[in-house]
């Protein structure tokens, strides 16, 4: 369990995020839902230990996370798909799975992983050894949750799966996150602008609006709140 | 055509040595997008402290591990101890810490050590080899310094190209936020990476000593020439750092052997204008910005 404690986050006297609470459990996904600037990427950030929230915490399985660095971060299975994927592009599909299993320190183990990523996305397996900039988008997202993998978190926390791609691709994204929450028994902290497609697929869902919590429901029930919808979605 | 024999030999050895500086320089900026001014300068201290270790066992090798090694360890105390406070700032706070630190080791220097020029022994003959009645303009220390240079190259690209540790350094440099991310401990490859650096700047301080000579700011022109082979080479790239050194061997030579040897320095200096004016971003770089 990831527990969010009145967590804030100011960037130079700008309040990103104010006082937000929240419980992600040991499996399914919470989506995390707001329009732009609502602190959902700020909120994703201070848990991955890139940012220093000015108050509240941030504790997993009882455990303080608070000024832990990010690199210490992942060592306790959570890990962090930043926004666009942040694949690095200088590097070939295959480093950069490599690179997220290094600290593990466990050569047998890093051939076991390389070989489930390739069976769950096997366009990357046949683009392995390419730059990883001649990916398309789509392709560069499942890289980039392919590579979360490598480190065998347990807590995958994505900002903006969906981000700039196209609907048929948004959707296999989507279906890919739901099977791997479903039958690795995964646990997702899914933040996303795109409502529609994130309630498909979550269990929980959370509102954020100007860095604080509207509303906290079960999925399928904030799908058909339509006052919310039309005040803080747009729809 | 003889005399332009020897002086393409000379200038292969010598750019061999700018090659090595030209190194430093590259892995300091790879890693922390820094110009380490006071690359010459720790090349310098290290090489006084083979000098002490050399007199005191009376074994070149032990003053030349002993360089290294200081070099490994001055170059990771610079980064933690210095560099490291002013990362977040604009990044000309670094280069004048560099700066800094130039005039600081050059100050310390001799008060350590003394302030005269002092001769540096060479492991192996600096004299041209003769067969029978002809001299080769080769000497075996030439020979040492293109092979240790070499070695050094070929052991760094083995490094970043094959190895784990290389990746996460490459990562490391290249995008640092994402390499935390996937739990790269990026702080402590960044004070590895100036210790390695520092290490090819010291190599560089051992051979360039014996034909130069040993004072504090004995590599001075050693940087300026090392600079402007990084430079040529892109900054960013450590086989442009190779390429870059042997270029500019060549052309100080030829230069120095044609013209006059008053004009090396200022040749240096009109091909790093040159190379700036007609390609900044290096002869061996694909245009690429850095992104976090």
């Known amino acids: ?151 065998r978190a347990q807590l995958l926390l994505l900002d903006e799966p969906s981000l700039g791609l196209a609907p048929k691709v948004i959707s296999l994204i989507m279906r890919t996150i739901h099977e791997l929450s479903a039958r690795r028994g995964l646990s997702v902290l899914l933040v996303e602008q795109n409502a529609r497609s994130a309630l498909s697929i979550a269990n929980e869902a959370v509102l954020l609006s100007s860095g604080r919590t509207v509303a906290s429901r079960r999925a399928g029930e904030l799908a058909h709140e339509e006052e919310l919808w039309h005040a803080y979605l747009g729809y | 055509m003889n005399y332009f024999f020897v002086l393409t030999l000379t200038g292969v050895a010598a750019g061999m040595i700018y090659a090595a500086l030209a190194m430093a320089l590259v892995l300091v900026w790879r890693a922390t997008r820094v110009v380490n001014f006071a690359q010459g300068a720790m090349a310098m201290t290290t090489t006084y402290i083979a000098l002490a270790v050399i007199q005191l066992t009376g074994n070149y090798w032990f003053g030349f591990i002993a360089a290294l090694a200081a070099g490994l360890v001055l170059g990771a105390v610079a980064e933690r101890g210095i560099v490291r406070w002013v990362e977040n700032g604009p990044p000309l706070n670094a280069v004048i810490l560099t700066l800094g630190l130039l005039l600081i080791l050059e100050a310390v220097v001799p008060m350590i050590w003394g302030a005269q020029i002092r001769s540096f022994p060479a492991p192996f003959s600096i004299s041209a080899v003769q067969v029978g009645a002809a001299f080769i303009p080769v000497s075996p220390f030439n020979l040492f310094t293109v092979g240790v240079v070499l070695l050094v190259m070929v052991a760094l690209l083995v490094l970043f190209r094959f190895t784990g540790l290389g990746l996460s350094m490459r990562a490391a440099a290249f995008a640092p936020e994402i390499a935390r991310l996937l739990g790269v401990r990026v702080g402590r490859l960044l004070t590895f990476g100036w210790g390695l650096a520092t290490m090819a700047g010291a190599l560089a301080g051992l051979l360039v000593a014996p034909s130069l000579l040993l004072y504090p700011n004995n590599m001075d022109a050693i940087l300026v020439y090392g600079f402007t082979a990084a430079v040529l080479g892109g900054l960013d790239s450590p086989i442009g750092a190779l390429v870059g050194g042997l270029a500019m061997g060549l052309a100080l030579s030829f230069i120095g052997g044609y013209l006059g040897p008053d004009l090396e320095t200022a040749g240096a200096l009109a091909i790093l204008i040159a190379i700036l004016m007609v390609r900044p971003q290096g002869l061996f770089v694909h245009a690429a910005e850095r992104r976090v």
């Open chain 1, 1 to 151: 369990m990831l527990e969010v404690d009145g967590l804030s986050v100011s960037y130079g006297g700008v309040t990103a995020l104010d006082g937000v609470s929240l419980r992600i459990p040991d499996d399914g996904i919470t989506a995390v839902l707001g329009p732009n600037g609502a602190g959902k990427s700020t909120l994703i950030r201070a848990i991955a230990g890139l940012v220093r929230p000015r108050a509240g915490t941030v504790s997993y399985g009882g455990r303080l996370l608070n000024g832990m660095s990010p690199e210490a971060i992942v060592r306790i299975g959570i890990s962090m798909v930043p926004e666009g994927g942040g694949i690095i592009r200088e590097f070939t599909v295959d480093e950069n799975l490599r690179l997220a299993h290094l600290w593990r320190r466990d050569r047998a183990d890093l051939r076991k992983a390389l070989d489930e990523v390739m069976a769950l996305f096997p366009l990357l397996a046949a683009r392995r050894h390419l730059p990883a900039n001649s990916l398309s988008g789509g392709e560069r997202q499942m890289l980039a949750v392919g590579r979360a993998l490598m480190s």
